[in-house]
């Protein structure tokens, strides 16, 4: 029997990662901002413990949201493989390596957010430890879920700037876009290195985190309205096959 093979549109791949990537960039902050800056008190465990038992069910939708957004990044990663591997296949495979790592980082951490209510819910931990020590127990699973989503963001900063020359050297996306997602890399790394390096500095560069979701997003939204320049991606392909 003939093999049959299935050739995807490069237009029906980008809109596809133009609607994940638009389904992360909502999950993401919806956790972030509505969740757990709601819920979550710095410095005191008894209120973040006592907002948490109030309202469980958002807490609960936190990890649902973060677990859409892991499982749509893995998805992600395999479309922008296919539509940049024209480009460079062996760097369009080392961002998509970097992607779903990060991915993979962001999965088992959610075990961290989870231990969080599980300590808090959970039968027996109330006899074995007082009710200060459970407390503090849950805020220092919520801290390590902090630091080990930065963890994911130093991978996901790699993959930006490879992302990001792949799309400057693409002829089929705008360079502005490519140097702009560069510039989302640059963030994430600076921002990650710095809670693990110079903790004390996170709140004095934390506003640069807005050039990465102007970046994330106008990426996004590019792909959603204009997908691919067809007859460019195109060339690029056969140059690709001919080489």
Known sequence: M???????SPHACARTAGVLYLVII??????????RSSLISPGDPSATASNI???????????????IMFLSDVALAVLFFVLLRPVNKTLALVALVFRLTQAAVLALNLLHYYAAVLLLKGPGYGSAFTAAQVHSLSSLFLDLHSH???????????????LG???????????????MVMAAG?????????????PDLVGAVSPIYVV????????????????VNLVRWKEVTGRARLS
């Open 26 to 35: 909502v999950c993401g902050l919806f956790g972030e901002m509505f969740v």
């Open 165 to 179: 020359y792949l799309i400057v050297k693409s002829l089929f996306m705008p360079k502005a876009l490519g140097y």
């Open 148 to 162: 080990g989503y930065d963890l994911g963001l130093i991978l996901f900063g790699v993959h930006c700037l490879v």
């Open 186 to 198: 640059v963030t994430y790394l600076v921002g990650s290195y710095t809670r693990f390096l110079f």
């Open 53 to 67: 038992l109030a309202a469980e069910g958002l807490f609960r939708a936190g990890f649902l949201a973060d677990s």
């Open 212 to 227: 990465a979701v102007i970046s994330e997003l106008s990426l996004c939204l590019w792909l959603l309205v204009k997908g």
């Open 2 to 8: 003939a093999d049959i093979k299935l050739e995807t």
